[in-house]
Each structure stands twice: as structure tokens, then as C-alpha cells.
Nanobody, 121 residues
Framework: QVQLVESGGGLVQTGESLTLSCLAS????????RGWYRQAPGKERECIAA????????TYSVSIKGLFTISIDNSKNTHYLQMTNMKPEDTGVYYC??????????????WGQGTQVTVSR
């Protein structure tokens, strides 16, 4: 089992920046894909960023590409989402994830508790 604990959500104004953190613990062997999802009010939850441990490759949704950055500190078992130039449409609940894949399929996936981010005009 893997446990994920998020922190860093809150209220910011348009144009400001915010960084979310996700601390992973437990049986992390092979659970090497880290990601962030966002669920805006009245919308489906969407994956906005993902990366793999020890790989210098990340993927982003079109809506946040160039503005948000996912990163990992392996020594701390923590991954981050750095959000810049934030807009009201970035408001939502942000969830961190960790998953294991094999052959392109998700074998196991874990979720953080979610943290609210609100961007005021």
C-alpha cells in the first residue's frame, strides 16, 4: 500500500503562483509514475501532469502546458506541482497520484486526499 499526503492548496489571486506537494510513503517499489489531477467545479476530473521517476520526461494537458511544472524530489519521496500565472479557471480540487504500470496498463494506482485551490479575480 502507498499513502499520499498533499499540501499547499489555498487561495491566490489571478497572476500569482502556488506550489503543491505530495509526500508518498509505504511500499513504493515499482510505483514510479507520479501525477496530478484537477477537478474543476462541475467538470470531470482530468489528468493535468505526469512524470516518471528517473526519467527526464513529463506530460501536460493542453490547458496548463507552459504554466505548470511537475517535478520529483526522489530523496524526499515527494512530487510537486508548480503553478504560475494562475487564472480563475485553475480553481478546483487537485489530487496527486502514484501508479505502477506494466505493458502500458495501470496495475495499481493511489490517490491523495485532494487539496482545494481557489484563484480569485
Amino acid at each position: 500500500q502507498v499513502q499520499l499526503v498533499e499540501s499547499g492548496g489555498g487561495l491566490v489571486q489571478t497572476g500569482e503562483s502556488l506550489t503543491l506537494s505530495c509526500l508518498a510513503s509505504g511500499s513504493l517499489g515499482g510505483v514510479d509514475i507520479r501525477g496530478w489531477y484537477r477537478q474543476a467545479p462541475g467538470k470531470e476530473r482530468e489528468c493535468i501532469a505526469a512524470t516518471r521517476l528517473h526519467w527526464d520526461l513529463s506530460t501536460y494537458s493542453v490547458s496548463i502546458k507552459g504554466l505548470f511544472t511537475i517535478s520529483i524530489d526522489n530523496s524526499k519521496n515527494t512530487h510537486y506541482l508548480q503553478m504560475t500565472n494562475m487564472k480563475p479557471e485553475d480553481t478546483g480540487v487537485y489530487y496527486c497520484t502514484a501508479r505502477r504500470e506494466y505493458g502500458g496498463r495501470t496495475i495499481e494506482e493511489y490517490w491523495g486526499q485532494g487539496t482545494q485551490v481557489t484563484v480569485s479575480r
